[in-house]
Every structure is written in C-alpha cells, then in structure tokens.
C-alpha cells in the first residue's frame, strides 16, 4: 500500500477529488495548511500599507491506496491540480506498512 499527500493550490481540490473519483479513489483526507516553497509568499496592499505574506493557504490531500492504482492515483493529481504556474504544489509517496479499520478490525488492503 502507498500513502500518497499532495500539497495543491485550494481552487484546484474539487478539480483533484472529482478525477479521484472517476477513477475509483473511495475515500481521502483534506487539510487546510500553509506553506511556501520557491514561491517566496507575496506582497499585497492594504490601506496603503504594504504586508508581506510569507505562508500562502495551501490543500493537503491525503490518499491510501493499494500498489497497483498509485501511478494512477499521481497522474491523476498531477494533471488535476497543474496550472503551469509557480506554486503548483508536491505529491509525496510512501510505503505504508499496514491500515486497520476501526470499526470492523480489518487490516490492510481490505482496510482501505
């Protein structure tokens, strides 16, 4: 099983959960955060005062998924959620040792 979180900008989620569900992701995590990378965060105006916004809101989706749907599951995320522009976001991936659902006991794959 891979935990795969992609940190994207928050007007592309229901863009990224829709192409989720179209190809059988069942189930997902969301976070607002806040974060910047090579972005550097951005300047704005505001009475005439000039305020520096290091940290941009940010989505953090977080799916679990069985081996075999996890390239799926990237590509997919990753042409949801592309702009073209800076501050697109990262998909992170690992290797998940085991799930339990709480309710019924099951584990691993069933789990998911």
Known sequence: MKKIEAVIKPFKLDEVKDALQDI?????TVLEAKGYGRQKGHSELYRGAEYVIDFLPKIKIEVVVADDL????????QNAARTGKI????????NLEDVIRIRTGETGAQAI
């Not at 996890?70 to 995320?77: F, G, S």
């Open 24 to 28: 059988g992701v069942q189930g997902m």
């Open 70 to 77: 996890a390239p799926a599951v990237v590509e997919t995320i």
């Open 87 to 94: 501050g697109d976001g990262k998909i992170f991936i690992t």
